[in-house]
Structure formats: structure tokens, C-alpha cells
């Protein structure tokens, strides 16, 4: 693909995105606990994400060195998949994989039994798996408001512990729908687990195949909820979603539904239109910040101004979020502005530009979140190729609504 790809501004979309990605959150958890089960399941709806693509391919792999590339949830869960299995590996990725701190999980892994050691910097990948001596305790202490996923990493991998696994979740819980996501996967696979204020309990038990199907991604279905959102006229159909779904991204029904898109199932299909939005949102991300970017653009081009909460993890993501975002936004005279370590503002542009071109930061989420403003000007997205990680048919749905020219 072209290192920039041009969006040519078409500010009436109708038509269905029939590419949407399968939920990758749901697929990788899938995924290993497939494998903790037999590996005797066939999932249906795949993913065609790279991330999952990836976990596919390296969770039974006999490889000494396993390459997650950029990919932190399999980064993760193969770590403790692998130490907890008693398996001798070496799991390295790129260089930003190489700056993404992993230092709770390996210490949480090592208080489980797991001989783990850092091959170039303390806390960080890569990582050498040495075996696993034998379980040493079943209650383990774990910061709440890190990644949910070392928590569900953790989780997933306790069945098979012999004394099981007790989690005690220190201060504010972050993510909890991806907690209690990872929960229900684990139940259709027949092991039960309780999770209850600030702790998670999950006794030594047997995961059992049961035939599986992955529901399409709400955070892919974001974008979608941004051109909606952004364009003059909208008809948007959307498949493979469910109102009482897994993923916590499915909130961007709700917040969509004040910034001017109405959602409603018609002939299975998600249908979105327009609708008057509010002048100011008020949101916390706590349990949904892959929707940040996408919901930080939309108020900046439509002139909403908006107080965020819950977008601390944003810095250890793909990139540092907060300062792209930062620094995009203010292509079309928006801002990002820090109140304090909790708190940002949302400072909506006061007139966009006819035109402007959008640094990705390797991150396929800042590709995503800004092509939408193709609704209200001509837009150059820089490597476009970041989509592949989560949504790599983005650009070919954006085709069938003439965004771009095939």
C-alpha cells in the first residue's frame, strides 16, 4: 500500500460495512483458552486482524523464539500461557513492543511459580521463559487500574493451576467489561469463576471444547459511528453486532447517541442515522479508552466540547495517544487539554480547515479514528497500512462508500 492514502471529501455515506472485523479482544481469549482446552474447538468468524492472525499461528507453535511483533495481547497472554504450561520461550516484538511495561504479570507469574527473566531491560520485553517449578500460592495481589489484560491473562490460565487462583484487584478496577468478558468466555468453555468487587476468584477446574462463533468488534464498528456522526446524510448498516454483547466498546451506542447518531437492528443488520447532538459530553473511559480517539475527533470537528476522564492507559498503547491526539488535533484547531493526571478538556475547533494531512504513529486506531473527517474535507491519512492490525479490510469498506476512489 501507499505510504499516504487520499479520502476525498463525501459528506453522504449510505451503504453496509460488510468487511467489519470479528471482535479481536474475544477472538484471542478464544484463542488460548481453545488451546488450554485441546485445541479441539473450531472458532467461527475468525478475525482477519494481524493481532489475531498472530495468535493463531504462535499459540501452538514449537518455535524457541516466539515474535508477538506489535501486538500487546498476545504479547500477554502468551506469556503467562506459555510460563504457566511449562513452556521454554523466548517472546520478543518490535521496538515500541520493547518500550510497553509487562513487569506486574512477570512479577505476578514469578509468585505463581513461573522462572521468567528479562533479556535486555527490567520490566519490559523481550522475555525468557525458563519453566514452571510448581504452584507456590493461589492468592495474588494485582494493581486494578493497570491493563486488564495481565488481569485476564491471569484469569484464563488459573483452571489449570491445582490449587486454582484468587485475584485481589488493588485500588480502581479499569476495563472491567474486557474482566468480565474474559469470564464469560471462559464459562462457555465450562470453567467457572466469580468476580465480585475487587476480586476474582477461579477454582482448579477443566476447560471443556464447545463450539464457538466471534461477534463482529464494536471498537471497529467506532469508526463508523464517527462518519455517521460527522456526515450530512447517514445510512450506515453494520452486521454481526449484538446489543447484549461481550465487549464494553459496545458503549459507543450510548455516547454516539448524545454526539448525533441513533443505532437501532434492522433485518439483523445496525443501522445508523442522524440525530441532533448535545453541545458538551461528559464521558469516563475507564472501561472503554479504545473509543477515546475516536470520540475526541468527532467532538473536535463537531464543535462538542467535552470533559474525558478514565484515558490514563492511552499512554502505553500503540503510541503515547494522548500526545498524538495532541498534536493531530490541532491540524483542525482542536485540543487535548491535560487538567491534571485524571482529567482532560476537549477543546472542539472553531473552523476546520479545507484540508489536512494525519500522522498514524504506528497506530492503526489514530488512522481510523481521524479518516472520518473526510465528511467535512479532504484528508491524507500517512501509512494507512496500520489498519492490518485490527480492521485490514478498513480501507475497502471506505471504497463502497466512495470515500475513495477504487
Not at 61 to 81: H, K, N
Not at 322 to 345: C, F, Y
Request: charged share 20%; with cysteine.
Amino acid at each position: 500500500m501507499n505510504t499516504t492514502i487520499h479520502l476525498k471529501r463525501t459528506n453522504v455515506l449510505k451503504g453496509t460495512a460488510s468487511l467489519l472485523p470479528a471482535s479481536k479482544s474475544i477472538n484471542n481469549r478464544a484463542l488460548i483458552i481453545n488451546a488450554l482446552a485441546g485445541s479441539r474447538t473450531e472458532i467461527q468468524n475468525m478475525s482477519d486482524a494481524n493481532d489475531v492472525q498472530l495468535m493463531l499461528r504462535l499459540v501452538n507453535s514449537t518455535d524457541a523464539i516466539i515474535d508477538v511483533e506489535d501486538a500487546g495481547t498476545t504479547m500477554r497472554f502468551l506469556t503467562a500461557y506459555f510460563a504457566i504450561t511449562n513452556q521454554h520461550k523466548t517472546l520478543t516484538g518490535t521496538s515500541r513492543m520493547k518500550e510497553r511495561p509487562i513487569g506486574i504479570l512477570v512479577n505476578a507469574l514469578r509468585s505463581l511459580g513461573a522462572e521468567i527473566s528479562y533479556t535486555e531491560k527490567d520490566g519490559y520485553p523481550p522475555l525468557k521463559l525458563s519453566g514452571f517449578s510448581g504452584q507456590k500460592t493461589d492468592i495474588l495481589s494485582i494493581r486494578g487500574d493497570v491493563s486488564s489484560q495481565f488481569i485476564s491473562a491471569l484469569m484464563m490460565v488459573a483452571p489449570i493451576l491445582p490449587k486454582g487462583l484468587t485475584l485481589e484487584l488493588e485500588g480502581k478496577v479499569g476495563s472491567r467489561p474486557y474482566i468480565e468478558m474474559t469470564a464469560s468466555i471462559m464459562k462457555h468453555f465450562g470453567a467457572s469463576s466469580e468476580f465480585t468487587g475487587s476480586k476474582v476468584i477461579v477454582p482448579h477446574q477443566k476447560y471443556i471444547p464447545a463450539p464457538f462463533t466471534v461477534e463482529s468488534d464494536w471498537s471497529g464498528a467506532s469508526y463508523w459511528f464517527a462518519f455517521a456522526a460527522l456526515a450530512e446524510q447517514a445510512e450506515i448498516y453494520l452486521p454481526k453486532l449484538y446489543l447484549q454483547s461481550l465487549q464494553g466498546d459496545s458503549v459507543i451506542i450510548k455516547i454516539m447517541d448524545q454526539l448525533g447518531v441513533h443505532a437501532s437492528m434492522e433485518n439483523g443488520l445496525l443501522k445508523l442515522t442522524k440525530k441532533e447532538s448535545k453541545k458538551e459530553l461528559h464521558w469516563d473511559f475507564t472501561d472503554c479508552p479504545d473509543l477515546g480517539q475516536t470520540v475526541a475527533v468527532v467532538c473536535a470537528a463537531k464543535g462538542i466540547k467535552g470533559y474525558f476522564t478514565g484515558l490514563e492507559s492511552l499512554r502505553i498503547k500503540e503510541t503515547d495517544r494522548i500526545a498524538a491526539l495532541q498534536n493531530e488535533l490541532q491540524k483542525i484547531g482542536g485540543n487535548l487539554v491535560e487538567e491534571d493526571s485524571a482529567h482532560w478538556t476537549l477543546i472542539p475547533s472553531a473552523k476546520l480547515p479545507a484540508n489536512a494531512s494525519f500522522n498514524t504513529y504506528k497506530d492503526h486506531r489514530m488512522a481510523m479514528a481521524f479518516a472520518p473527517l473526510a465528511t467535512l474535507m479532504e484528508v491524507e491519512i500517512e501509512k494507512p497500512e496500520v489498519v492490518k492490525k485490527s480492521y485490514p479490510n478498513f480501507w475497502n469498506d471506505l471504497r463502497t462508500f466512495g470515500v475513495i476512489n477504487s
